[in-house]
């Protein structure tokens, strides 16, 4: 008889997106997103974190100020597309911590993911995630929250 106490496909995916945040050095706010095809099979993933050849340490972490993270981090979801190298995205899900703000919206559409899949919807009332929800949503992009009766799954390296 085969275990039954399996996770489903989206709280493997979600959990690939939690454990890429785990990636972040953003002593903040850490976002991961893993992008899945039509198969379940893991096409790309990525973090918040600053380009390559940008060094960690010699960029701020700032949110405040006149030289902020803002202007340097590259947002998960668009890591995720670009960590992509190529790779046809046609009719991709992407799960993502929290929801896509209106630049990655506009990566997510022109990438031709179908689906946006997320945990959190933090930012909500913000001008800048109601325009995401317009666009993605004009464009045919499914949106749907994560659910779960899980709270916790368990990683053990011993």
């Not at 489903?8 to 785990?22: H, N, P, R």
């Not at 995205?89 to 559409?109: G, S």
Request: charged content about 25%; proline content about 3%; hydrophobic content about 35%.
């Amino acid at each position: 008889m085969k275990r039954q106490d399996y996770i489903s496909w989206d709280e493997y995916f979600m959990g690939v997106a939690l454990l890429a945040a785990k990636r972040s050095k953003d002593p903040n706010t850490q976002v991961g997103a893993c992008i899945v095809d039509c198969n379940n099979i893991i096409l790309s993933t990525g973090y918040n974190g600053f380009p390559y050849g940008c060094s960690d340490d010699d960029y701020p972490w700032d949110r405040e100020g006149d030289d902020t993270k803002y202007n340097y981090v590259v947002h998960a979801e668009l890591n995720a597309i670009l960590n992509a190298r190529g790779r046809d995205l046609k009719d991709a899900r992407i799960y993502v911590d929290l929801f896509p703000c209106n630049q990655c919206a506009k990566a997510i559409i022109q990438s031709g993911i179908s689906e946006v899949v997320y945990l959190y919807d933090k930012y909500a009332d913000t001008a800048e995630t109601v325009a995401s929800k317009k666009m993605l949503t004009s464009a045919g992009v499914k949106l749907r929250h994560f659910t779960t009766d899980r709270s916790v799954i368990e990683l053990k390296f011993n």
